[in-house]
């Protein structure tokens, strides 16, 4: 049996938490919050423990506690200052929430100090594991619809539906300190954003070798956006490699959601074929059930093939993601995303950022 300490009990929690429910494998025995009250009320919600001890303090929980892996749920700037306290205490497996860390350079000291103390630095991307989503790459990598050459992600943002989130635990988006990405912070493409990055990163599979991007500063937040990226080309490739994502905010939508009100939804192009992923966070709801929103359209061949056999509950890519990490810890896997390739997602992601500053298109290797 694997002991998991928690650090944050925000919102995200209520989602992370189901994986470890009735689990044979792993139990939560710690937890952390700046305000206890509220992890109190997590534990009476999930009907965890009642004798959990509850720490304010995440040094003094890494000190006392022997624990097998610990998940980060904390604003983006303390990820990399909690990791590498975690590894120090001899962690084996250290998940943190997107994005990996602030900068380069603290991605690079996370994944040194992990390394030193021979722990596993896994980046907790939940998109990876939603079940339309795993058969989707299950099919890419099986050739079905052969060499990827485009990919378009749209992300689409509205005002109404999903969960209410508390305005005081929603603060520190806002400050750019905290948020990291642009200097006034990027609350669209470094937060939301991250799972579009590592989406379009993940399917190719290649290194990238240049982005442009543009955002807006509507309601003051960075958007809408719009970056394109190119892949680096080589001999073995039968098609040039392009991606483009738009985040679009729909001030006068509802989107129906269990969750955030927001949604998302994917095109591949391929060398013979082309696919359609519908919907990520509000999978589930009213739009699911109609033809033109089934989970998966293929078409190739010159036919048309809906898959729509899957678990439609956006849970269930957390509660897999969870069951990830428990087998990582319990064989000393590699993790589906590691600190090294996370690092090349937030390579990505910040220079997407940096793009839309400066006005210009940039090279990664620049």
Not at 52 to 69: F, G, N, Q, T, V
Not at 212 to 240: H, S
Request: charged share 25%; glycine share 6%; net charge negative.
């Amino acid at each position: 049996m694997l002991n998991v300490g928690i650090v944050g009990t925000g919102v995200i929690f209520d989602l992370h938490i189901l994986g470890y429910l009735n689990n044979m494998d792993a139990k939560v025995v710690a937890l952390c919050n700046r305000t206890i009250e509220k992890a109190r009320e997590k534990i009476q919600k999930f009907k965890l423990n009642d004798k959990i001890p509850i720490y304010s303090d995440y040094k003094e929980m890494l000190d006392k506690e022997d624990l097998d892996i610990i998940e980060i749920l904390l604003p983006h700037h303390l990820h990399a200052e909690v990791a590498i306290y975690a590894a120090k205490k001899g962690i084996k497996v250290i998940s943190v929430q997107k994005p990996m860390a602030l900068t380069l350079e603290e991605a690079d000291n996370m994944i040194e100090s992990c390394s030193n103390y021979d722990s596993i630095l896994s980046v907790y991307e939940n998109f990876l594991f939603a079940p339309h989503i795993m058969k989707a790459k299950a099919l890419i990598d099986e050739d079905y619809i052969g060499e990827i050459s485009s990919i378009r992600i749209k992300v689409a943002i509205g005002n109404k539906g999903g969960w209410e989130v508390p305005k005081s635990a929603d603060a520190w988006r806002r400050d750019p300190k905290q948020m990291g990405g642009s200097k006034k912070g990027s609350p669209i493409l470094f937060d939301n954003g991250w799972h579009a990055f590592a989406l379009g990163y993940w399917f190719f599979n290649e290194e990238i070798e240049k982005v442009f991007a543009w955002t807006d500063k509507f309601t003051g937040i960075d958007a809408p956006a719009y970056v394109m990226w190119k892949c680096k080309e080589n001999d073995e490739q039968l098609v040039p490699k392009y991606g483009n994502m738009e985040f679009v905010l729909m001030p006068e939508m509802k989107i129906p959601s269990n969750y955030y009100n927001t949604d998302e939804f994917i095109e591949i192009i391929a060398s013979r074929g082309l696919m359609k992923i519908n919907q990520g966070t509000s999978i589930g709801n009213v739009m699911t059930s109609s033809d033109i929103f089934a989970p998966i359209v293929l078409i190739r061949d010159g036919k048309v093939e809906s898959l729509k056999d899957f678990d439609l509950d956006w849970k269930y890519s957390f509660i897999k993601a969870t069951q990830h990490l428990i087998e990582v810890a319990k064989n000393n896997k590699e993790p589906i995303l590691s600190g090294k390739q996370a690092k090349e997602i937030l390579k990505f992601n910040l220079t997407a950022i940096k793009s839309a500053e400066l006005g210009r298109e940039i090279n990664l290797d620049d």
